[in-house]
């Protein structure tokens, strides 16, 4: 009899907009295929034609551009592999609380992004002596809960993260134009970011001379530290060094033998240079083996753990360290919004 075919997918928390995260315990591989990459939206999904697709490069430029697809398309490309995790990734972790969709470790995914480095775009529109950031429009819009008013989703960038050769305005992913609920059919990739810098849909670029104020850029994606007061605010930027245990899965029952503890590390700062593992809850730690190198530091690393289970309860925890010097902290950093969190990660298992 022929065998059923049974595949991951991904796990829902809002249909609208679309919130849904990638089944990340059953996903292997350096490129996430799309059916199984995170889905974050803040709006519906924007309506737009391609054939009436055209991309300005304004704003403090000292010859404004209007590109089409075409034209994008035939200028110099590049591809990069980058681990996308959004800044809300792990937040059901934080203790207390902070609200916000419930992202368990599924809200991360990687793949190949093609495109055209931002930067030839920008020195082709000519950047005007004084500028500061360059903003990016996306096509969807909407309310937002703190108030009436309509607002595209719109983030920028400060000039020096633009100018980096590895930001692109992309057109593929994995080879293929990139999926509609993903930005088809340009989207802006930053790598070593927290991925709501990656704006979907992109419907503008332009230059600015002033920091840009809009809420996605000064109410969300800033790490608050206290409850009640902004004191200590700080914007969500790069990627903290990480890493999320895959295999085994939290609360299994094992029996007892060999069983390699597995999973994927990643940062926004150099390259993971070592994971450790702790099968007694933190006391004792070993070096887990790197598997592959990943070609690029904006890729995942997955690495393995041989574990010689005996009978017992365990709690199982990794720890990354990074080529900057960073290490996963034991508790998270608490902030009011629920960004970035970063400690530790642990599984209970049962072997018997
Ligand atoms: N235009 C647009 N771009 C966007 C967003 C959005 O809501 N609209 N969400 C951002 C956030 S917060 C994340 S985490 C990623 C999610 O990308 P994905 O849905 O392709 O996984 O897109 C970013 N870019
Ligand atoms: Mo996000």
């Given at each position: 009899m022929q065998k059923p075919f049974v595949r991951p997918y991904l796990t829902t928390h809002s249909l609208q907009p679309e919130n849904q995260e990638s089944p990340i315990e059953f996903i292997s591989g350096r490129r996430v295929g799309n059916s199984l990459f995170y889905r974050r939206n803040h709006f519906a999904y924007p309506s737009l034609s391609a054939s009436a697709y055209w991309l300005p490069v304004n704003g403090s430029v000292s010859s404004p551009r209007l590109y089409s697809l075409t034209e994008l398309m035939n200028l110099p490309s590049r591809t990069v592999t980058a681990v996308l995790e959004c800044a809300g990734n792990k937040r059901s972790l934080f203790e207390p609380k902070t609200f916000g969709e419930q992202w368990e470790k599924g809200a991360v995914s990687q793949g190949s992004w093609k495109g055209v480095p931002l930067a030839s775009l920008l020195e082709g529109a000519g950047i005007r002596n004084g500028a500061a950031e360059v903003i990016f429009g996306g096509y969807d819009f909407g309310e937002r809960t703190d108030s009436d008013e309509v607002y595209s989703f719109t983030r920028s960038l400060p000039l020096e993260k633009a100018l980096h050769p590895d930001t692109l305005v992309a057109y593929e992913y994995n080879g293929k134009p990139i999926p509609f609920k993903h930005g088809f059919p340009l989207r802006l990739i930053v790598p070593q970011w927290y991925a709501m810098a990656s704006v979907k849909w992109l419907k503008s670029i332009t230059v600015a001379d002033a920091p840009f104020t809009g809420p996605f850029q000064?109410?969300?994606?800033?790490?608050?530290?206290h409850r009640e007061k902004d004191e200590g605010a700080a914007p969500v930027t790069k990627l903290h060094v990480n890493s999320s245990i895959r295999h085994p899965l939290d609360g299994q029952i094992l029996q007892t033998g060999s069983h390699p503890v597995k999973g994927i590390a990643w940062t926004?700062?150099?390259?993971?240079?070592k994971v450790e593992v702790s099968t007694d809850g933190g006391e004792n730690w070993k070096e887990a083996r790197l598997e592959s190198p990943a070609a690029s530091g904006y890729e995942w690393q997955p690495w393995v753990y041989d574990w010689k289970a005996g009978k017992g309860e365990y709690t199982l925890m990794s720890r990354a360290y990074d080529t900057h010097g960073r290490v996963q902290p034991a508790s998270p950093f608490w902030n009011r919004k629920g960004?970035?969190?970063?400690?530790i990660d642990m599984v209970s298992v049962k072997v018997e």
């Open positions: 000064t109410i969300d994606y800033v790490y608050y530290p926004g700062k150099g390259k993971i240079e960004y970035g969190y970063h400690a």
